[in-house]
């Protein structure tokens, strides 16, 4: 399994940008499709975003399409959700997740194998 960290979290006005990075240890990085999640204060975990082991496809949830991206960098060992246009119901701690599979994105949490300890994001109106 790899192990995963978050950082970029923090505090943001409506309509800013942040940046969140998932840096993974271990080998074969290569091998797992990643994914944010997020889970709000009385609410469950939800998918956010998800990449393929190459980084050529990519799914979003429809509450994020259009102002969030989300990359890779397999040689670095990294995973990044670039965060425009946030909106005060973007507020949640950020989840970073790997699943082991080359064959597609992964949406949904229980196939993902590790998770990363979160990262918190505040969007104040």
């Known amino acids: 399994q790899v192990q995963l960290v978050e950082s970029g979290g923090g505090l943001v006005q409506a309509g800013g940008s942040l940046r969140l990075s998932c840096a993974a240890s271990?080998?074969?990085?290569?091998?797992?499709?990643m994914g944010w999640f997020r889970q709000a204060p009385g609410k469950e975990r939800e998918f956010v975003a998800a990449i393929n082991w190459s980084g050529g496809s990519t799914n979003y949830a429809d509450s994020v399409k259009g102002r969030f991206t989300i990359s890779r960098d397999n040689t670095k060992n990294t995973v990044i959700l670039q965060m425009n246009g946030l909106k005060p119901q973007d507020t949640a701690v950020y989840y970073c997740?790997?699943?082991?599979?080359?064959?597609?994105?992964?949406?949904?949490?229980?196939?993902?194998?590790?998770w990363g300890q979160g990262t918190q994001v505040t969007v104040s109106s």
């Open positions: 271990g080998r074969s990085f290569s091998n797992y499709a």
């Open positions: 997740a790997a699943a082991l599979t080359r064959f597609s994105t992964v949406v949904a949490s229980a196939r993902y194998n590790s």
